[in-house]
């Protein structure tokens, strides 16, 4: 019988860590596991690709309550019952590891699975800690959490030096990067096509940069970089900006405007068709200021772009600096545009994507991720491992 997997996160809305966690769900199945998701939040964009390879998703639908005219009533109540419905879960489906995702699903699922004597249990940190600093709180539940993990992940070596230093013990602390679907960028639309819909030259020089309209993701470094770039960037060029907007789009597109760059930055939103997307590019750009370790930056070194990435979390652990790209320091817009002119005119540019995606095929590919959560998980499930309660 196909061992029984439950996995915890917040929401099945498109991001880095619902998408990492869809696609090893998925790839978990077919080798014969039997995952299952409860999620904080159900329904999400990514709901339908868990229905599809049928795996079954629990959680409480926000929509009843969205009518209460009391938020913070609800709020409480929707804890509760989240508290209440997940430990069910634990106690009807009795799986045989159960896996957290992002802080608020570990504080949550795992003091659930405490009282409900769930094990073996398995914890995976995303992101720097840099949260912390505001919440202490829930940084004193996670040192207390960390205690009672079988085994917690990070998915770069910052990620993994900072829960070596909350005091993760050494033999429970695993290393496993993001895996990237090869596959998916294989087959991509016409590039004239794409650029004609986008209404782009077919001469342009096309930047690209897909993140979330997140203050961290640095956006402003961004368009004060390709303003101080731009008199030197051949004619014509377009930057095309893809994610979903958390409510500082309007201020970005004011400050694109009073740049003078306003014309030639693309505002595109969440899209779906990101593969394609990054065929009609030049060059892959993230200039976050903090980072676990990206998915954009896998995905564009896929579609063979060079990718130019700012030095936080796992980015330099992806891109080597002048060989598939270039990397530089955070919150530094007039060393971005220099980086930005140099891969403008960089006849190399061509072979410096294609040994990056020769370098995700060899180290993040999503099957050598799959492959090392299964030897996590067959590692943990050992009875000496850990012991389960009577």
């Known amino acids: 019988m196909a061992r029984r997997l439950l996995y915890v996160i917040g929401s099945l809305e498109v991001g880095g860590a619902e998408q990492h966690l869809v696609q090893v769900a998925c790839q978990l199945k077919e080798r014969g596991w039997n995952p299952e998701l409860y999620a904080f939040t159900t329904g999400g964009p990514l709901s339908s690709r868990l229905q599809e390879a049928k795996i079954p998703v629990f959680g409480l639908s926000p929509a009843w309550m969205n009518s209460f005219p009391c938020k913070r009533l609800v709020a409480r109540f929707r804890l509760v019952a989240t508290f209440a419905f997940l430990a069910w879960i634990m106690l009807v489906r009795r799986p045989a590891l159960v896996h957290f995702f992002l802080p608020g699903a570990y504080i949550v699922g795992g003091i659930v699975s405490l009282f409900t004597f769930t094990r073996p249990r398995v914890m995976s940190r995303r992101s720097r800690n840099f949260y912390q600093r505001k919440h202490p709180y829930m940084t004193k539940l996670e040192l207390f959490l960390h205690g009672h993990m079988d085994a917690v992940c990070g998915n770069s070596l910052a990620v993994v030096n900072d829960l070596k230093l909350e005091g993760v013990e050494a033999n429970k602390l695993h290393l496993i990067y993001n895996g990237i679907d090869l596959k998916r960028f294989l087959q991509h639309a016409a590039l004239n096509s794409l650029r004609q819909k986008l209404e782009i030259d077919e001469n342009a020089l096309v ?143 061509g072979e410096m994507g294609k040994l990056g995606r020769e370098r995700v095929s060899e180290n993040f590919s999503l099957t050598s991720c799959v492959t090392q959560y299964e030897a996590l998980y067959d590692q943990t499930l050992r009875p000496s491992s850990f012991e389960r309660p009577s």
């Not at 993701?217 to 970089?225: E, I, Q, S």
């Open 207 to 349: 930047f690209i940069c897909i993140a979330n309209l997140i203050p961290y993701k640095g956006h402003r470094d961004l368009l004060d970089a390709l303003a101080e770039a731009r008199p030197l960037l051949p004619q014509p060029w377009v930057c095309l900006c893809v994610g979903r907007d958390d409510g500082i789009g309007a201020d970005l597109r004011a400050l694109a405007a009073e740049l003078g760059i306003g014309d030639n930055v693309r505002w595109l939103g969440g899209r779906s068709d990101i593969p394609d997307l990054l065929s009609c590019a030049d060059v892959g750009i993230l200039c976050s200021h903090e980072e676990g370790f990206s998915n954009a930056v896998l995905e564009g070194m896929a579609a063979k772009l060079p990718m130019i990435v700012t030095d936080v979390g796992g980015n330099a652990e992806a891109v080597l600096d002048r060989i598939t790209g270039r990397v530089v320091p955070p919150r530094q817009p007039a060393q971005l545009a220099q980086a930005i002119l140099e891969m403008a005119s960089d006849p190399t540019r």
